[in-house]
C-alpha cells in the first residue's frame, strides 16, 4: 500500500513539473512594435511589472505624438491636468488607484483587473459571463410562487409555472459600450461598468426612453477591447511597414531623456518609436498572464493534490514508524511478549519460572568461572577466612638478623651485659676484611656471585628469577562443560510444553536452550583462547606469585681481633 502512495505521488509531481516547464517554454507572439499594426497594452493581461511597463510605453506614446504633432492644444492641457499629476477623472474605485491618469488594480492588496473590475486573485477564477457581460442581478421572485415541498425545500407551485411573474429572469451575453447611459457627473454609474469609464459630456438620446443622456467612454487614450471586454491603453501607430534601425538621438527623446534639437519628419518619428516598442516586446511578454486557474492557499488544484498526497505519505510513514516503535518498546516486556504469543496464564507462569531459574543458573556459574579464573591464574580454589593458601605479603622493614655477636665471658669490662667489643687489629692472613665480601666467604644479607638474584631472570633458572608455579592450564567446568544441567530449565520447558500440547511454550524452550549452549561454548572458547596466549603469573608476593625467599645471616668470626675505643 505504501509503495502504491508513493508512486501515485511520483507520477502526480512529475506530471505538474512536466506541465509547468511546458507552459514555460510556450513562445507568445509579438505583441507590438516591427510588422504589427495599431495594439492594446496594459489591463487584465498584464502582471504588476507588466503594468508598469505598459504606463512607460504610454509615456513614449504622449512623446511620439507630441513630436508628431498629433497632439491639439486640449489633449496637452488634459495630460498636464490629469496624466502629470498622477490623477484620474472621477477617481478610481476601491481596490484600485490613478496612475498616470488611468486606474489600475492595486496589486498589495492582492487585486487583479478582469473585464474592467479588480477582482481578488482567489476570486479571479470564478468570475464569468455576469461579470463579463455586465448582468444585473435578477429581481426575486415573489414568495406566492413557491410551494413546500414533502420532503422538504421548496419549488414554484404547478400552477404558477407559467405565470411571467414566477419565471427566472434571464439576461443576453450582451454589452454594448456605445450606448451606456449616465446622468451627468455620474462617474460611480459609469466606473460600475469599467474601472477606466467615465461619464462624459458627450450627449446622445436613448432609444428606450427618448431622452438625451451623457455617455460612458473610456479615458483619453483608451479603448474598449472587445477581446478582453475592458477598456484598454491604445497604441494607434501602424508599424507593419516599418525595418529595424539602430537606436539614435530620437530614441532618447522619446525615452524622455533629451530635448528636440531639430525638427524630425513624421517617417523618422514613426520608424523610431517603432523600434523603440518593438526592443520592449520581449519584455512585456515575459509578464503576460495567462489563463486564470483556481488557487488554495496560493496553489493550484494540481500543487494543492500533490501537496495533500504528500502530506498525507509522510503522515502515515510517521504513524508507522511510531507504531513499530511501540511496539518493539512493548515487546522488551516479557509479559507481552508471552502474551502476543497466545500464551495463557499457565505458560505464562511457567515460562516465567523458567526465567527464574535460569537467572538462578546463571549467577551459580558466573561464581565458579570467577574460581576456575582465579585458579588458571595459579591461585587456590578457596579462599576460606581471608587469604589463600600460600600467600605471602610484600616484605616490609629488614629480615632479622639473628641472635646477635657471643659476648665476652670474662668479668670486669670486657663482662658487662650485652657489650660487644670493637675488634682490634686486623684479622690473620686469609681471613676475609670485614664489610668487603671475599672469595669463598658469604657476606650477610647479599646473594652471593653466581647465585640467581630474586626477581631477576638468571640462566638456567625459569621464569625469570620466580620458581616454577605449575599452574594447571585450562580447568574445564566442574560439570564438565555445557550440559543437561545448565539447560535444565529451558529443557523443562520445552517438556512441559510438548507433554501438554503447547507449542508456544515448547518452541521457547528449545529456543531457550539452543541460545544458552551457543552462549555457553563461546564462553568457554574465551577461557581457552586466554590460556593459549600464556598469561603471565602475578608478581612476587602477591597471590599465586613467587615467595620472596632472604640469605641466612652469618655469625661473626670469633677469632677477629677488634679495635678498641
Known amino acids: 500500500m505504501e509503495k502504491r502512495t508513493l508512486s501515485l505521488v511520483t507520477v502526480l509531481l512529475l506530471a505538474a513539473a512536466v506541465q509547468a516547464e511546458e507552459e514555460k517554454n510556450i513562445t507568445l507572439p509579438k505583441p507590438f512594435g516591427i510588422g504589427i499594426g495599431p495594439a492594446y497594452i496594459g489591463g487584465r493581461d498584464t502582471d504588476e511589472e507588466g503594468t508598469e511597463l505598459s504606463l512607460k510605453i504610454y509615456q513614449q506614446y504622449i512623446m511620439f505624438k507630441r513630436l508628431s504633432s498629433m497632439n491639439l492644444q486640449e489633449d496637452e492641457q488634459y495630460y498636464s491636468r490629469w496624466t502629470k499629476k498622477g490623477e484620474c477623472i472621477g477617481a478610481c474605485p476601491q481596490y484600485s488607484h490613478c496612475k498616470k491618469g488611468i486606474c489600475v488594480c492595486k496589486p498589495e492588496d492582492s487585486r487583479i483587473q478582469v473585464y474592467g473590475r479588480c477582482f481578488s486573485n482567489s476570486t479571479a477564477y470564478f468570475v464569468g459571463d455576469k461579470e463579463k457581460y455586465r448582468k444585473p442581478t435578477p429581481p426575486a421572485r415573489p414568495e406566492w410562487c413557491f410551494c413546500e415541498k414533502k420532503n422538504g425545500g421548496r419549488d414554484v407551485c404547478p400552477e404558477n409555472k407559467r405565470r411571467e411573474e414566477c419565471q427566472v429572469v434571464t439576461y443576453p451575453n450582451n454589452f454594448d459600450h456605445n450606448t451606456q447611459y449616465c446622468m451627468g457627473g455620474d462617474h460611480s454609474h459609469c466606473l460600475g461598468k469599467d474601472i477606466n469609464m467615465f461619464c462624459s459630456s458627450n450627449q446622445v438620446q436613448d432609444q428606450t426612453t427618448g431622452q438625451v443622456k451623457n455617455l460612458c467612454q473610456c479615458r483619453k487614450d483608451m479603448k474598449f477591447d472587445t477581446k478582453n471586454m475592458e477598456c484598454r491603453?491604445?497604441?494607434?501607430?501602424?508599424?507593419?511597414?516599418?525595418?529595424?534601425?539602430?537606436?539614435?538621438?530620437?530614441?532618447?527623446?522619446?525615452?524622455?531623456?533629451?530635448e528636440p534639437e531639430k525638427e524630425y519628419t513624421l517617417a523618422e518619428i514613426k520608424t523610431a518609436f517603432?523600434?523603440?516598442?518593438?526592443?520592449?516586446?520581449?519584455?512585456?511578454?515575459?509578464?503576460?498572464?495567462?489563463?486564470?486557474?483556481?488557487?488554495?492557499?496560493?496553489?493550484?488544484?494540481?500543487?494543492?493534490?500533490?501537496?495533500?498526497?504528500?502530506?498525507?505519505?509522510?503522515?502515515?510513514?510517521?504513524?508507522?514508524?511510531?507504531?513499530?516503535?511501540?511496539?518493539?518498546?512493548?515487546?522488551?516486556?516479557?509479559?507481552?511478549?508471552?502474551?502476543?504469543?497466545?500464551?495463557?496464564?499457565?505458560?505464562?507462569?511457567?515460562?516465567?519460572?523458567?526465567?527464574?531459574?535460569?537467572?538462578?543458573?546463571?549467577n551459580r556459574n558466573d561464581k565458579q568461572d570467577e574460581a576456575r579464573v582465579a585458579a588458571m591464574q595459579g591461585q587456590s580454589m578457596g579462599m576460606p577466612g581471608g587469604a589463600p593458601p600460600g600467600y605471602a605479603p610484600v616484605p616490609e622493614g629488614y629480615p632479622d638478623?639473628?641472635?646477635?655477636?657471643?659476648?665476652?665471658?670474662?668479668?670486669?669490662?670486657?663482662?658487662?651485659?650485652?657489650?660487644?667489643?670493637?675488634?682490634?687489629?686486623?684479622?690473620?692472613?686469609?681471613?676475609?676484611?670485614?664489610?668487603?665480601?671475599?672469595?669463598?666467604?658469604?657476606?650477610?644479607?647479599?646473594?652471593?656471585?653466581?647465585?640467581?638474584?630474586?626477581?631477576?631472570?638468571?640462566?638456567?633458572?625459569?621464569?625469570?628469577?620466580?620458581?616454577?608455579?605449575?599452574?594447571?592450564?585450562?580447568?574445564?567446568?566442574?560439570?564438565?562443560?555445557?550440559?543437561?544441567?545448565?539447560?535444565?530449565?529451558?529443557?523443562?520447558?520445552?517438556?512441559?510444553?510438548?507433554?501438554?500440547?503447547?507449542?508456544?511454550?515448547a518452541g521457547l524452550g528449545v529456543v531457550a536452550a539452543a541460545e544458552k549452549m551457543g552462549a555457553e561454548e563461546d564462553k568457554e572458547d574465551r577461557f581457552r583462547a586466554a590460556v593459549m596466549k600464556g598469561v603471565p603469573p602475578p608478581p612476587m608476593g602477591y597471590a599465586g606469585g613467587a615467595q620472596p625467599s632472604y640469605p641466612q645471616n652469618q655469625p661473626p668470626y670469633a677469632e677477629a681481633n677488634y679495635p678498641r675505643q
Open 274 to 362: 517603432c523600434n523603440l516598442i518593438d526592443a520592449e516586446s520581449a519584455e512585456y511578454n515575459a509578464h503576460i498572464v495567462g489563463e486564470f486557474t483556481y488557487s488554495i492557499l496560493g496553489l493550484s488544484i494540481g500543487g494543492f493534490i500533490a501537496v495533500c498526497c504528500i502530506t498525507c505519505v509522510t503522515a502515515c510513514c510517521c504513524c508507522k514508524c511510531c507504531e513499530k516503535v511501540k511496539a518493539k518498546i512493548r515487546a522488551l516486556d516479557p509479559r507481552n511478549a508471552m502474551r502476543d504469543a497466545g500464551m495463557g496464564p499457565g505458560t505464562q507462569m511457567a515460562a516465567l519460572g523458567a526465567v527464574a531459574a535460569g537467572e538462578y543458573m546463571e
Open 233 to 258: 491603453i491604445r497604441i494607434d501607430v501602424d508599424c507593419t511597414y516599418e525595418n529595424k534601425e539602430k537606436e539614435g538621438d530620437l530614441t532618447w527623446i522619446l525615452k524622455g531623456r533629451d
Open 401 to 505: 638478623q639473628g641472635a646477635g655477636y657471643p659476648q665476652d665471658q670474662r668479668g670486669g669490662y670486657g663482662g658487662q651485659e650485652g657489650y660487644a667489643p670493637v675488634p682490634t687489629g686486623y684479622p690473620p692472613a686469609g681471613y676475609p676484611q670485614p664489610g668487603y665480601p671475599q672469595p669463598g666467604y658469604e657476606q650477610p644479607g647479599y646473594p652471593q656471585p653466581g647465585y640467581p638474584q630474586p626477581g631477576y631472570p638468571q640462566p638456567g633458572y625459569p621464569q625469570g628469577g620466580y620458581p616454577p608455579q605449575g599452574q594447571p592450564g585450562y580447568i574445564p567446568p566442574a560439570d564438565g562443560g555445557p550440559g543437561i544441567m545448565n539447560m535444565a530449565p529451558e529443557l523443562a520447558l520445552a517438556g512441559a510444553g510438548a507433554f501438554t500440547g503447547n507449542a508456544a511454550m
